[in-house]
């Protein structure tokens, strides 16, 4: 019933900047969380940013403090805006949606909906 798709990656130089964005089609009241999830070769899946339903919550992961914003301008739109990137940012990037929690989830298994991800390179 929830569509996404991740768009916005690409190559980019250390110290450059990406914006990544997931639309969602379908029914989505049921996206009150959207998560940004990284996978790099032979690495686990690992939260990168979360945003609650309102967008005033968020989490980080701690490399990428300071340097991410995740953002939402509406149900159907999230941003992550990536700067200052470093070679080991360097994954594919999937954005998730989460029905109403307590807490923004850190874990994919709480994710019900998966874009298709999206490739980020960072090169030194």
């Known amino acids: 019933q929830v569509q996404l798709v991740e768009s916005g990656g690409g190559l980019v130089q250390a110290g450059g900047s990406l914006r990544l964005s997931c639309a969602a089609s379908?029914?989505?009241?049921?996206?009150?969380?959207v998560g940004w999830f990284r996978q790099a070769p032979g690495k686990e899946r690992e939260v990168v940013a979360g945003i609650g339903w309102l967008g005033g919550r968020t989490v980080y992961e701690d490399t990428v403090k300071g340097r991410f914003t995740i953002s939402r301008d509406n149900a159907n739109l999230t941003y992550l805006q990536m700067n200052r990137l470093k070679p080991e940012d360097t994954a594919v990037y999937y954005c998730?949606?989460?029905?109403?929690?307590?807490?923004?989830?850190?874990?994919?298994?709480?994710?019900?909906?998966w874009g298709q991800g999206t490739q980020v390179t960072v090169s030194s």
């Open positions: 379908g029914r989505t009241f049921s996206n009150y969380i």
């Open positions: 998730a949606t989460s029905g109403p929690r307590l807490a923004i989830p850190l874990t994919s298994n709480e994710y019900g909906y």
